[in-house]
């Protein structure tokens, strides 16, 4: 059932077993999971089945450090959560994202990598990971290179155990912003409240024991639910927040006994690592497994990275390389130039050259008009990027390409100087927004200018060509500081001195709390997130579903789901 809790009775108290606060596909996962069984549910969404500007207006908030996207950007409050905005175009104006697991690396402790180490490794995961699999509607779980190539589209022959090619696999959008809102819809112990904002989580005298969660919706009616278990499913930025807006009886913030929540946060930065010269041209004729395209009906896409020998070897961060075939056009003076005026003009400044600048665009004016009406007219993209794929299937790709252009998606070193924390400006519910501090490491930078260095001495010595290394001064080239992936702000650690939550995603000394999400990631590895939050949001479900059993079984038994 879906309610609009704007029509709630003011002050209204309902009584549910289990709340869920976020409709994400963290949240979503849970209640799915939650379907058919014999106890009440409560999933509560902030925004409502469409976007509504008002209702995001609510993710604001303020950024030190690098220049970070605009964290309103980061929690998209609707339906669905930020799945809604997946833009892989994966089959025809169908769209989606790219998942694959973590790598077994990432779970470890590494002596190189402070602060790193998961509760359990990857192998205890796996079977969680399969059935997120079904979920998200993917193909096999198979992420090595020689179940998906052929003789027509082979990996690329590196020498050694430094570099290898590992997949993407890609999964509709609509099963979370769509389908699954049918499914727990029907569900007759599924109610979905819309427009619900959690202000507040309340506890006992004691801190130990969740009671209720205060609401607000923006046209000013408030209620309460209370619940004997309640899971937060907001995202890396909003989880955290949630915690330390609730304050009343812990000051610094619900469960910031340790000053460990909001810390620690982390992303996945887009780095320009370089351009790709291959020796042959012919090679844009045989590395379709590098392209976005459907392999017995399963969208994949092929990338390299170094293997894990030689990130131990190395002592590096993980990282990912992906390859996009580009033309002589590529980075022209014109093209470059017109991007330059066009964020200048945004920015309100005057840029350097500008007199150069005008002349690189007037002279190639024709070209530029050609490729604006294609792309913003026609619709046609320009280019293969990380949203658009396809290339391998044209004809003549030997004559149509120059180089790859090489794009890396890299892990980042938990910092617990990186942090979200309370912004002095409130929200229009009156609760502070949130701030973020985020800033490089020396150790994120080191890592990634020794792998760059790593694939262009193997990139030569397979004879593939020469590969290009793309910096800004002494730093990394950057695309982007985040990939939308907000992590770590309420890492899982054994010890409540060094995380929030426990193995088991409950947070350490409340008995009935629990985070669902890559808050709760201690590393965060390179790959996209979403299907590690789906395998540990179907781990958690089944926890709590064995542990209401077990009350049926014996009614006289406390609820009990810690360690």
């Known amino acids: 059932m879906l309610i609009d809790s704007r029509t709630l009775t003011n002050n209204e108290v309902i009584k549910t077993e289990v709340c869920i606060v976020g409709a994400g596909p963290a949240g979503i996962t849970l209640a799915r999971e939650f379907i058919g069984q014999d106890f009440r549910v409560c999933l509560v969404e902030s925004g409502d089945l469409e976007f509504n500007r008002e209702t995001q207006s609510l993710s604001e908030g303020e950024t030190v450090g690098e220049p970070f996207p605009n964290l309103q950007d980061m929690r998209h409050r609707q339906f669905g959560g930020h799945a809604n905005v997946w833009n892989v175009e994966i089959n025809n104006k169908q769209f989606g994202l790219r998942h694959m697991p973590l790598d077994a690396i990432d779970f470890e402790k590494r002596n190189c990598v402070p602060y790193s180490g998961w509760p359990f490794s990857k192998s205890h995961l796996n079977s969680f990971y399969e059935r997120a699999h079904e979920v998200c509607k993917l193909g096999a779980f198979a992420y090595d290179a020689l179940t998906w190539e052929d003789a027509k589209s082979p990996q690329l022959p590196f020498i050694g155990d430094c570099v290898t090619t590992t997949i993407f696999q890609f999964g509709p959008r609509d099963v979370f912003t769509n389908e699954y809102r049918k499914q727990i819809n029907q569900s007759p112990n599924i109610t979905t409240y819309l427009n619900a904002n959690v202000v507040e989580i309340e506890t006992d005298e004691t801190a130990k024991n969740v009671t209720r969660v205060r609401l607000a919706c923006l046209q000013g009616n408030k209620f309460w639910i209370v619940a ?20 009343k009886i812990q000051k610094t913030g619900l469960a910031n006994q340790n000053d460990v929540v909001g810390r620690f946060f982390m992303d996945h930065p887009i780095i320009r690592s370089g351009i790709l010269y291959p020796s042959s041209q012919k090679i844009f004729n045989s590395t379709a497994l590098y392209d976005l395209r459907r392999v017995n009906n399963v969208p994949i896409m092929g990338k390299l990275h170094l293997t894990e020998q030689v990130i131990r070897r190395e002592q590096l961060l993980n990282m990912s390389f992906i390859l996009f075939p580009r033309d002589g056009k590529f980075r022209s003076p014109a093209k470059t130039s017109a991007k330059t005026l066009l964020s200048s003009i945004l920015q309100k400044k005057i840029p350097k050259h500008t007199f150069q600048h005008l002349g690189n665009v007037i002279k190639n004016i024709d070209d530029l008009v050609v490729d604006w009406y294609k792309y913003h007219i026609k619709q046609q993209h320009l280019f293969p990027d990380l949203s658009y794929g396809g290339w391998s299937e044209h004809q003549g790709n030997e004559n149509r390409y120059l180089m790859f252009e090489v794009l890396s998606q890299t892990e980042q070193v938990p910092n617990p100087d990186n942090r979200v924390t309370l912004s002095n400006k409130l929200d229009r519910l009156g609760c502070p927004q949130a701030k973020l501090i985020y800033r490089w490491s020396e150790t994120d930078i080191c890592s990634i200018k020794r792998s760059q260095a790593i694939l262009a001495e193997e990139i030569a010595r397979a004879g593939l060509g ?20 907000n992590m770590g702000t309420t890492r899982m650690h054994i010890d409540p001195k060094q995380g929030v939550v426990d193995a088991n995603s409950k947070v350490h000394g409340i008995s009935n709390l629990f985070i669902a999400g890559s808050s709760v990631f201690p590393t965060g590895g390179y790959a996209n997130p979403t299907l590690t939050i789906v395998a540990l949001a179907i781990r958690l479900a089944d926890r709590v579903k064995a542990q209401f059993t077990a009350k049926s079984e014996n009614p006289t038994a406390k609820l009990q789901i810690s360690g």
């Open 228 to 247: 004997k278990i309640f899971i937060l499913a907001t995202g890396g930025i909003e989880n955290a927040r949630l915690l330390l807006l609730s304050n």
């Open 466 to 485: 020469k590969f290009q290394i793309e910096s800004d001064g002494e730093l990394p080239s950057v695309l982007s500081f985040s990939t939308h992936h």
